[in-house]
């Protein structure tokens, strides 16, 4: 079955610390990766995408991504995080390709303290 | 910068109701989805469309749900019997390309 899973729920943490959101997926075939961000009160919004080419993506507001093929993960990272970034993000999947459904992870509220 | 929008924002209705959710997508897109989120779950697709037919649907989208693009630019979800399990977050997205574009949604609430 396709399933992607984001391990982390909850996670605080203080401005300047580094972030990592874990994303496992599993799909049969090629896939398109995506992170998606929610601020607070706001609709879901594209951080950065993973098509094909180099594994290391690079997306908005300093964030980026890496596609690690054999371990079927897109972690998300950003080495220095701001109050702004307080938001709840979601890990999605779709088969390449395709311009097909989206399948979501449970995602991940991130908060971080001043 | 284009955008997805959704009307209403928020949508109150009674049980047994018939509710009509809004939406206008980016102008160039071709493909149409909506997508729901239940309170503190996952965001889970609904439905597509393309070419004016319904491309894929979930087991969701069951015979209380319709979708229609009624004109040029509109594209609406239509839950003829609502039930209290179908209040939710409703998002509308597009998309031209590989990457879809969502709109801010419509929170229902279902008493």
């Known amino acids: 079955a396709q399933s992607v899973s984001q391990h982390n729920h909850h996670v605080i943490l203080s401005e300047a610390a580094s972030l990592e959101l874990g994303c496992n997926y599993s799909y049969g075939g090629t896939v398109n990766l995506f992170w998606y961000v929610q601020y607070p009160g706001q609709h879901l919004q594209l951080l950065l995408k993973?098509?094909?080419?180099?594994?290391l993506v690079k997306g908005i507001k300093g964030f980026e991504a890496e596609f690690i093929k054999s371990k079927f993960s897109f972690n998300l990272r950003k080495p220095s995080v701001q109050w702004s970034d307080t938001a709840e993000y979601f890990c999605a999947v779709n088969a390449a390709d395709s311009w097909g459904k989206l399948q979501f992870g449970a995602g991940t509220q991130v908060v971080v303290t001043p | 910068e284009p955008e997805v929008t959704q009307t209403p924002s928020h949508q109150v209705t009674q049980m047994g109701q018939e509710v009509i959710l809004r939406c206008v997508p980016i102008?160039?897109?071709?493909?149409f989805y909506w997508y729901r989120q239940i309170l503190g779950q996952k965001v889970e697709f609904l439905v597509s469309?393309?070419?004016?037919?319904?491309?894929?649907k979930s087991e969701i989208f069951d015979d209380q749900f319709s979708v229609e693009r009624p004109d040029g630019s509109n594209f609406t979800l239509k839950i003829r019997s609502t039930k209290l399990e179908d209040s939710a977050m409703y998002f509308c997205a597009s998309n031209s390309g590989e990457t879809q574009y969502f709109g801010p949604g419509t929170r229902l609430l279902v008493l």
């Open positions: 102008s160039n897109h071709l493909y």
């Open positions: 469309f393309y070419n004016n037919e319904i491309s894929e």
């Open positions: 993973y098509f094909s080419g180099d594994p």
